[in-house]
């Protein structure tokens, strides 16, 4: 018998991992499922879908999905940093949706709304700060 894990007696040694595609080793198959990599996805029915929205079906937008990108150069201005990835995700949202990947550029659009909400949320409180402790550096 051969110990789980490892292929039994002439498997076939071209197939590094056998057990990632549902093939078989040597005749016989895997005593497991295979699990399709699907990557990471969002949590449904939280907060993060009240606040990135639910995707849009295909074919919702006219065209590409909204950029956010005057909005995210808005947020340059409030705080550099978040502003600069509000920034990069607007831009790809049209990149993305110029080379066909519909899925990619919604997730990008979404990101850039992302970034720029967490802006508008860093600026407000570090204007809170400031007020509240009266520095004025």
């Known amino acids: 018998m051969t110990p789980p894990g490892r292929p039994p007696a002439g498997a076939d040694p071209t197939t590094p991992y056998p057990q990632?595609?549902?093939q078989q080793?040597?005749?016989?198959?895997q005593p497991w499922a295979a699990r399709p990599r699907?990557?990471?996805?969002?949590?449904?029915?939280?907060?993060?879908d009240r606040?990135?929205?639910?995707?849009?079906?295909?074919?919702?937008?006219?065209?590409?999905p909204p950029t956010y990108f005057w909005q995210a150069l808005v947020c340059l201005f409030l705080f550099l940093p978040t502003g600069i990835a509000?920034?990069?995700?607007s831009l790809l949202v049209t990149r993305r949706?110029?080379?066909?990947?519909?899925?990619?550029?919604?997730?990008?659009?979404?990101?850039?709304r992302l970034w720029c909400l967490a802006t508008l949320v860093l600026f407000a409180v570090l204007?809170?700060?400031?007020?509240?402790?009266?520095?004025?550096?």
């Open 20 to 22: 990632w595609g549902g």
């Open 25 to 29: 080793w040597g005749g016989q198959q």
């Open 127 to 137: 204007v809170l700060v400031t007020a509240a402790t009266g520095w004025h550096g």
């Open 38 to 48: 699907t990557g990471w996805s969002r949590p449904s029915g939280s907060w993060w």
């Open 97 to 112: 949706a110029q080379l066909g990947d519909r899925n990619g550029s919604v997730r990008a659009s979404q990101m850039a």
């Open 86 to 89: 509000a920034v990069a995700y």
């Open 51 to 64: 606040l990135l929205g639910t995707p849009a079906p295909a074919g919702a937008y006219g065209g590409a």
